[in-house]
């Protein structure tokens, strides 16, 4: 399984950025994923995640209301497009999948395939 994440960089405060996770190797259709973060010094946290077919989504507080999370299973490809981007969303993004036929989980270690991550900075 690979997932590779691109779409990380600097962005000031109030801008947005549209990351995104290119999937081979799983059955991307029957997967729920999802993206987590993990800011400088802290622990790696959930973000945002979505089910198999797109119809069920889940948001961590912090990003409700400015993030969004979907896919497009054709492509096998997963989004997140983060408006009104703050100092605090700075941290390395990974797209994460769950193994197929699992529903959405906000549990990092439900999570058993990852991406390298892509560092999204945010500047006051």
């Known amino acids: 399984v690979q997932l590779v994440e691109s779409g990380g960089g600097l962005v000031q405060a109030g801008g947005s950025l549209r990351l995104s996770c290119a999937a081979s190797g799983l059955t991307f259709n029957t997967s729920a994923v999802g993206w987590l973060r993990q800011a400088p010094g802290k622990e790696r946290e959930f973000v945002a995640t979505?089910?198999?077919?797109?119809?069920?989504?889940y948001y961590a507080d912090p990003v409700k209301g400015r993030f969004t999370i979907s896919r497009d299973n054709a492509k096998k490809m997963l989004y997140l497009q983060m408006n009104n981007l703050k100092p605090e969303d700075t941290a390395v993004y990974y797209c994460?999948?769950?193994?197929?036929?699992?529903?959405?989980?906000?549990?990092?270690?439900?999570?058993?395939?990852w991406g390298q991550g892509t560092l999204v900075t945010v500047s006051s």
């Open positions: 994460a999948a769950r193994r197929p036929n699992y529903s959405i989980s906000s549990s990092i270690s439900a999570h058993v395939y």
């Open positions: 979505i089910s198999s077919s797109g119809g069920s989504t």
